[in-house]
């Protein structure tokens, strides 16, 4: 079975711009998660969905954002890039809410 | 406020030999699942272990296990005979068990294994 993919995996974007992940979970699964992690902060949880619906949203401002689509595939948009949005973004999918995590191989962004 | 505080940046052990890696965590909850996850310089986060809060049994998985005190909210990690191919950065993630698959996550520990 494939594993959880994340697209692109490195992207350079400027202050300002917006910027949209994707990730594909493992066949089945219906919840994706999807964390920041930088060397100052470590992973922080971004927010979770499951069968399309948000379930859980961590503390981050409201540039950041996410949906799911119906086979379950997720998005993440970042708008008006800062450049302390520079971070590893890993993306997470479990068959269920509450069940265990397998994460995808990250995006690298870097914003200038 | 759930936290997670990994207190070991960096450990090395010899190659053959035993390590434990500390964790501990912080809760008004009394039932969650513990994970230890582990990062190689690829990136892809891996899963090691988990343990539910409720069991009292210590989890074990091959060479890893852990020691898992639930009063002393500890939960650490002991890899046994260790490999070259261990060396990884640690994650040790908590996860309440009624808030879906919100995971709070320690800072980590990188682990150096000695040939």
């Known amino acids: 079975k494939a594993g959880v993919t994340q697209t692109p995996r490195y992207l350079i974007k400027t202050r300002g711009q917006q910027v949209t992940l994707s990730c594909s979970p493992i066949s089945g699964h219906r919840s994706v998660s999807w964390y920041q992690q930088t060397p100052g902060q470590g992973l922080q949880f971004l927010f979770e969905?499951?069968?399309?619906?948000?379930?859980n949203k961590g503390n981050f401002p409201g540039r950041f954002s996410g949906r799911q689509f119906s086979n379950s595939r997720s998005e993440m948009n970042v708008s008006t890039l800062e450049l302390g949005d520079s971070a590893l973004y890993l993306c997470a999918s479990s068959l269920r809410s509450a069940g265990e995590q397998y994460f995808g191989p990250g995006t690298r962004l870097t914003v200038t | 406020a759930q936290t997670v505080t990994q207190s070991q940046p960096e450990m090395s052990v010899q190659e053959a030999e035993t390590v434990t890696l500390s964790c501990t965590y912080d809760t008004s909850e009394s039932d969650y699942y513990l994970f230890w996850y582990k990062q190689p310089p690829s990136r892809q986060m891996i899963l090691v272990i988990r343990q539910e809060a409720y069991k009292q049994q210590n989890a074990t998985e091959n060479r890893f296990s852990v020691n898992f005190q639930k009063a002393a909210k500890s939960f650490s990690l002991k890899i046994s005979d260790s490999q070259l191919g261990d060396a990884a950065m640690y994650f040790c993630?908590?996860?309440?068990?009624?808030?879906?698959?919100?995971?709070?996550f320690g800072t980590g520990t990188s682990l150096t294994v000695i040939p």
């Open positions: 969905y499951f069968s399309e619906t948000q379930r």
């Open positions: 993630a908590y996860r309440p068990s009624n808030t879906g698959n919100q995971f709070y």
